[in-house]
């Protein structure tokens, strides 16, 4: 490899997509294709960079395998930063068992991580403990080690073990110092504020406050009866009544939760589940059918006894009754969470991510920029949608994938 190749890949190592250009933009053989086309994805032109790759899995042909391989990875990342969730994983996992086999293991490492990335943004957490089980960072460069670490991080704040998560995210600090990459310190930085601002809010008693992470999960683990409006379940530690696919009961058990001890009125009850203003006979036929329907769900959990003025939540075994609501009461609220990481993303591939159909996601973005919540950016099958970032916006209790318990 020449010498201007291998300074190029140097300036690329250390995040200096310009200084690798002015090396190699002029030129056409494979590597400088390659490169390119890593530069060009690092400078966040994801259309160019795929072609670049492209071209240069092309030019090395098939007697150079690791070389095609490791551009599949490159593509492989840029399809995960560009949100392109259909991209074929089994090409990726060629591409790292090649790298394995020829004994680059950075590569097959980091062909690695990216599998558990993707694994981690579609909420399957298992699988991803899965890939990250066994495997031992400490020989991989302080970049790779740093990308492992937070990755690490990442499912156990997803999991809610924040002591582990605390952990990954010392080692992943260190490791980027050392790295030196300024975006790697900022990503490492991100991820330690996450653990630093409130997550959600506990309504309990007639009181409100906000939670961080680690107050959530100790909430979690505790016998108190969690009534859990990021998830839409009822839970006493390893008890769970999902009532995700049914609202008007997860509305009903959530307004009693918030009066526990006390009651709920039926006209009340009525506005919360049923938006009802003017409540008439139909609806209150409605509200016991309902009430009786949550009955069934609730059997092991809690009983729901009629009052004079309306109905009342008792736990059969917790003594404490606490609502963990999000920060923020919003509308297609998982949506804007994941909008909310500052990435471009497709309806298509949001559908994927929250588990859905395209057309329930096209409507939700569409509710969401007529209340100028959301932007889009091109048109057709390149519409790509992003929301302003917003700090305070809590995201990792409203992304899909199990809690403790589920």
Do not use: Y
Request: aromatic share 2%; net charge positive.
């Amino acid at each position: 490899m020449d010498s201007l190749i291998t300074a190029a890949a140097r300036a690329l190592a250390t995040g200096d997509p310009l200084g690798a250009l002015k090396r190699i933009a002029l030129r056409d053989d494979a590597p400088a294709l390659a490169l390119r086309g890593i530069a060009m994805a690092q400078l966040g032109e994801f259309v160019r960079a795929k072609a670049l790759l492209k071209n240069a899995a092309r030019a090395f042909g098939q007697k150079e395998a690791v070389a095609r391989a490791r551009c599949v990875v490159a593509e492989a990342e840029i399809a995960l930063v560009s949100r392109d969730l259909i991209w074929s994983q089994r090409a990726l996992e060629r591409a790292r068992a090649t790298l394995q086999a020829h004994g680059d293991l950075m590569n097959a490492a980091h062909a690695r991580n990216l599998q558990i990335r993707r694994l981690l943004l579609l909420g399957r957490l298992d699988e991803a403990e899965r890939l990250l089980a066994g495997f031992d960072p400490s020989p991989l460069p302080p970049a790779l080690r740093t990308a492992h670490e937070l990755i690490i991080a990442g499912v156990a704040i997803r999991s809610l073990r924040t002591k582990t998560a605390r952990a990954a995210l010392a080692r992943a600090e260190r490791a980027a110092r050392e790295a030196a990459i300024p975006a790697l310190r900022a990503e490492v930085e991100n991820a330690i504020r996450l653990m630093r601002v409130p997550a959600a809010r506990l309504i309990a008693r007639g009181e409100e406050r906000p939670l961080l992470l680690d107050e959530v999960e100790t909430l979690l683990a505790s016998e108190t009866l969690v009534i859990d409006a990021c998830r839409n379940v009822v839970r006493e530690r390893d008890m769970v009544a999902p009532l995700a696919t049914r609202p008007v009961l997860f509305a009903l058990a959530r307004a009693l939760g918030e009066a526990w001890p006390g009651d709920v009125s039926r006209a009340d009850l009525l506005a919360r589940a049923f938006r009802a203003r003017h409540a008439d006979e139909s609806h209150r036929a409605r509200l016991r059918v309902e009430i009786g329907r949550l009955r069934v769900e609730l059997k092991e959990l809690v009983e729901v006894s009629a009052t004079e003025r309306g109905f009342a939540l008792t736990p059969r075994r917790a003594r404490e009754v606490a609502v963990l609501a999000p920060l923020v009461d919003e509308n297609h609220a998982a949506v804007l969470a994941f909008l909310a990481d500052g990435e471009s993303w497709s309806s298509s591939a949001l559908a994927i991510a929250l588990g859905t159909s395209p057309r329930t996601v096209q409507r939700a973005l569409e509710q969401l920029a007529a209340a100028s919540k959301v932007r889009s950016i091109g048109r057709g099958r390149a519409r790509r949608w992003m929301a302003p970032l917003v700090p305070s916006f809590p995201t990792i209790l409203l992304l899909p994938g199990p809690l403790p318990g589920s």
